[in-house]
């Protein structure tokens, strides 16, 4: 009977260190983060954040679709108003990432190609006001909105 329980013991030590051998050449699976940064798929759900025109000018026509597909009430809100040419101006646009479970449905709805996801998934803060961002938070520049639009396969320039 201890005789079987020193062979088992063995037998499995044995199969314990084939394990160990097959994974001792293989190229590791894990990366030294932060030093190393993911090659993350360009469909990854990061941040979120608002394209703009190539001028830079807002993109967004405030139709509140994306809020109101949100799954998470009230997280999304906007206001805006018409300039004297009927063109849409929008004054506030908060989305408060705390709330955020990076569905991607607003992403969906929106009909101007607007809001998007970005790969940056290092959003960690100090308080939960921190996480609600504005516009400015939120909008790509021009040149970085053209950028992202090239990447996605999207037409770049946008007028
Ligand atoms: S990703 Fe989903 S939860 Fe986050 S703001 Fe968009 S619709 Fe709401
Ligand atoms: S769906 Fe697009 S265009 Fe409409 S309010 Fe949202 S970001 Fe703006």
Same mark, same amino acid.
């Given at each position: #009977?201890?005789?079987?329980?020193?062979?088992?013991?063995?037998? &499995?030590?044995?199969?314990?260190? %084939?394990?160990?051998?097959?994974?001792? !050449?293989?190229?590791?699976?894990?990366?030294?983060?932060?030093?190393? #940064?993911?090659? /993350?798929?360009?469909?990854?759900?990061?941040? /979120?954040?608002?394209?703009?025109?190539?001028?830079?000018?807002?993109?967004?026509?405030?139709?509140? %679709?994306?809020?109101?597909?949100?799954?998470?009430?009230?997280?999304?809100?906007?206001?805006?108003?018409?300039? $004297?040419?009927?063109?849409?101006?929008? $004054?506030? !646009?908060?989305?408060?990432? =705390?709330?955020?479970? !990076?569905?991607?449905?607003?992403?969906?709805?929106?009909?101007?190609?607007?809001?998007?996801? /970005?790969?940056? !998934?290092?959003? %960690?803060?100090?308080?939960?006001? %921190?996480?609600?961002?504005?516009?400015? =938070?939120?909008?790509?520049?021009? &040149? &970085?909105?053209?950028?992202?639009?090239?990447?996605? =396969?999207?037409?770049?320039?946008?007028?």
């Amino acid at each position: #009977m201890t005789d079987n329980k020193v062979l088992s013991g063995i037998v &499995e030590i044995g199969r314990g260190m %084939a394990t160990v051998g097959k994974h001792l !050449f293989r190229p590791p699976v894990t990366l030294e983060y932060p030093e190393v #940064m993911p090659e /993350l798929s360009k469909r990854f759900h990061g941040r /979120l954040c608002l394209l703009t025109k190539s001028s830079g000018e807002d993109l967004c026509i405030g139709c509140q %679709a994306c809020a109101r597909v949100c799954p998470c009430g009230d997280l999304i809100q906007i206001e805006m108003h018409r300039d $004297d040419k009927k063109q849409p101006v929008i $004054d506030r !646009f908060t989305i408060d990432i =705390g709330r955020c479970i !990076f569905c991607g449905n607003c992403t969906e709805v929106c009909p101007v190609d607007c809001i998007k996801m /970005l790969n940056d !998934f290092e959003l %960690a803060d100090y308080s939960r006001e %921190a996480l609600v961002l504005d516009k400015s =938070g939120l909008s790509l520049s021009g &040149e &970085e909105s053209d950028k992202y639009r090239k990447e996605h =396969g999207l037409e770049p320039h946008v007028e």
